[in-house]
């Protein structure tokens, strides 16, 4: 399996400040994924990111809001800019392995005051 | 759409005390559906994938199946180490490789 690794690990920030999230994997993968988990619910992807084309992102999620960059097969960072306190949730990366399995990181838990 | 259900949302067992997590999923093709385990305030950990119909695996006290319209996750003599949320996710074959994920089941183990 893949082992990833996020940083932060957790942050608390202001409103209207943003947070890059920076996701790093021990080898070379395609497809990296990133999600939302808000608290109580189960995961939603926001956006696809494979590295040398634009990210690919989900109904209700756009680039202004959240944009990715993937500069090489083994990390990606994750921007939630002008931040809300409906932005607080763990973010977490993912990377597609073996198959369709999906391996995922330690997630970003972040808190908007 | 595709979809995923999971039951029940919570469960409470007594250490020993075997029982089954259900997966519901409708989708247009399955291409794979996913179990994991996720701790409090961590990622979720891959536990197995099922790719067809009368597929099981099996790993320590966890035993998963599939069915045409369904997933469980079998629990035997489970421990308190075990409580977790278990999540199920399916992938489906629209040419995507999006993941629907279920809500989760939260499992806790008394000791």
């Known amino acids: 399996s893949a082992v990833i690794s996020q940083k932060p690990s957790r942050d608390i920030c202001q409103r209207g400040t943003s947070l890059t999230i920076q996701c790093q994997v021990d080898?070379?993968?395609?497809?990296m994924f990133w999600y939302r988990q808000q608290p109580g619910q189960s995961l939603t992807l926001i956006a696809t990111?494979?590295?040398?084309?634009?990210?690919?992102?989900e109904s209700g999620f756009v680039i202004d809001k959240f944009p990715i960059s993937r500069p090489n097969l083994t990390f990606s960072t994750l921007t939630v800019s002008n931040m809300s306190p409906e932005d607080s949730s763990i973010y977490l990366c993912?990377?597609?392995?073996?198959?369709?399995?999906?391996?995922f990181g330690p997630g970003t838990r972040l808190t908007v005051t | 759409e595709d979809q995923v259900t999971q039951s029940p949302e919570a469960l409470r067992l007594q250490e020993g005390e075997s029982s089954s997590l259900n997966c519901s999923y409708t989708?247009?093709?399955?291409?794979?559906l996913f179990w994991y385990r996720q701790d409090p305030g961590k990622g979720p950990e891959f536990l197995f994938t099922?790719?067809?119909a009368g597929e099981e695996k099996e790993k320590e006290r966890l035993k998963a199946t599939l069915t045409k319209k369904e997933s469980f996750l079998h629990i035997t003599a489970p421990k308190p180490e075990d409580s977790a949320t278990y999540l199920c996710?399916?992938?489906?074959?629209?040419?995507?490789?999006?993941?629907?994920f279920g809500t989760g089941t939260r499992l806790k183990v008394l000791a």
């Open positions: 993912s990377v597609l392995h073996t198959g369709y399995e999906q391996y």
């Open positions: 080898s070379q993968v395609t497809m």
């Open positions: 990111a494979n590295q040398g084309s634009e990210a690919t992102y």
């Open positions: 989708v247009s093709g399955l291409r794979g």
């Open positions: 099922l790719y067809s």
């Open positions: 996710a399916v992938h489906s074959t629209s040419g995507t490789y999006k993941y629907i």
